[in-house]
Nanobody
Framework: QVQLVESGGGLVQAGGSLRLSCAASGRTWNIDVMAWFRQAPGKEREFVAAVVGSVNSMPYYADSVKGRFTISRDNAKNTMYLQMNSLKPEDTAIYYC??????????????????WGQGTQVTVSS
């Protein structure tokens, strides 16, 4: 099984930026889809972004973050990133990294994923 460790969360003012990282170790060789989800207090865990394919990867974004967030993947380092710009208070949540062996759709569904990290807190102040 793969182990996922997130880092890069913190406190930032509205309009600021953060870059999250997700380092994968262990059984990584057939992970095809990696994604970021987030969960705010009292809310369900929701899809943020996914990168599909280990070669010629395709990004997918939730409408709420499109144009502000960028997902990327460095296979040589077994690391995924989420660059978050123009942050808003409503982006405040715990952000989770997820990995999927093979490819199942929809990639926006949290039930498709095989492994999860422990999460990193992102707090955006107004």
């Amino acid at each position: 099984q793969v182990q996922l460790v997130e880092s890069g969360g913190g406190l930032v003012q509205a309009g600021g930026s953060l870059r999250l990282s997700c380092a994968a170790s262990g059984r990584t060789w057939n992970i095809d889809v990696m994604a970021w989800f987030r969960q705010a207090p009292g809310k369900e865990r929701e899809f943020v972004a996914a990168v599909v394919g280990s070669v010629n990867s395709m990004p997918y974004y939730a409408d709420s973050v499109k144009g502000r967030f960028t997902i990327s993947r460095d296979n040589a380092k077994n690391t995924m990133y989420l660059q978050m710009n123009s942050l808003k208070p409503e982006d405040t949540a715990i952000y989770y990294c997820a990995a999927m062996y093979g490819r199942r759709w929809p990639a926006q569904s949290r039930y498709q994923y095989d492994a999860w990290g422990q999460g990193t807190q992102v707090t955006v102040s107004s």
